[in-house]
T-cell receptor, first 115, second 120 residues
Framework: GESVGLHLPTLSVQEGDNSIINCAYS??????FIWYKQESGKGPQFIID?????DKRQGQRVTVLLNKTVKHLSLQIAATQPGDSAVYFC??????????????FGKGTKLTVNP | ETGVTQTPRHLVMGMTNKKSLKCEQH?????MYWYKQSAKKPLELMFV???????ENNSVPSRFSPECPNSSHLFLHLHTLQPEDSALYLCASSQEPHAGLVLKSTGELFFGEGSRLTVL
């Protein structure tokens, strides 16, 4: 089965607040993780990634934290804006067929930003 | 605009029909993917092509038949589908560092907006 999952299916925040979206994974051998954002009617869009040799990585208003001890990944969004409303997916790079790699996605968390 | 264009955006078909989904990428990438997105389920990888060679077939039923004539175009031929095949079908592309059959993904996929398929 899938080794990547989400703690909460929905998250509602007020505009301007910080958002934290969580993800759990079960494969301790996973070494690369990605967050994607999917707005309504659109395909997923890459946000940020992190490798297992890092604990934290920052982008523009977003931070990804990786806790390998408890196999937990989180996405923090600072000063959440209405445009951040979307479904957020975590994904990990796993070995596929013939030595290739493939992305395995979690179920997603729907973030709603209230004005 | 992601550089990945999918047509049609919406498709309704009966179980005996034959139809095709088309994907075109304008990014110069060398790998292309089909994903299936159903309600309340994770994105499911269906097929992967790297340099026009199929590198992944994720146990997809034979009623789905992919075709990759070149690195810029990807098709998904559909025939005798079932109602449970109704879903959003997403195409994606990426630039892979290695040619040949072994695909080492950088993780950054560029997705199209999807083709919403309804099977009656």
């Amino acid at each position: 089965g899938e080794s990547v999952g989400l703690h909460l299916p929905t998250l509602s925040v007020q505009e301007g607040d910080n958002s934290i979206i969580n993800c759990a994974y079960s494969n301790s051998a996973s070494d690369y993780f990605i967050w994607y954002k999917q707005e309504s009617g659109k395909g997923p869009q890459f946000i940020i990634d992190i490798r297992s040799n890092m604990d934290k990585r920052q982008g523009q208003r977003v931070t990804v934290l990786l806790n390998k001890t408890v196999k937990h990944l989180s996405l923090q969004i600072a000063a959440t804006q209405p445009g951040d409303s979307a479904v957020y997916f975590c994904a990990e790079n796993k070995e596929g067929q013939g030595g290739s790699e493939k992305l395995v996605f979690g179920k997603g968390t729907k973030l709603t930003v209230n004005p | 605009e992601t550089g990945v264009t999918q047509t049609p955006r919406h498709l309704v078909m009966g179980m005996t029909n034959k139809k095709s989904l088309k994907c075109e990428q304008h990014l110069g990438h060398n790998a292309m993917y089909w994903y299936k997105q159903s309600a309340k389920k994770p994105l499911e990888l269906m097929f992967v092509y790297n340099f026009k060679e199929q590198t992944e077939n994720n146990s997809v039923p034979s009623r789905f038949s992919p075709e990759c004539p070149n690195s810029s175009h990807l098709f998904l031929h559909l025939h005798t589908l079932q109602p449970e095949d109704s879903a959003l079908y997403l195409c994606a592309s990426s630039q892979e560092p290695h040619a040949g059959l072994v695909l080492k993904s950088t993780g950054e996929l560029f997705f199209g907006e999807g083709s919403r398929l309804t099977v009656l």
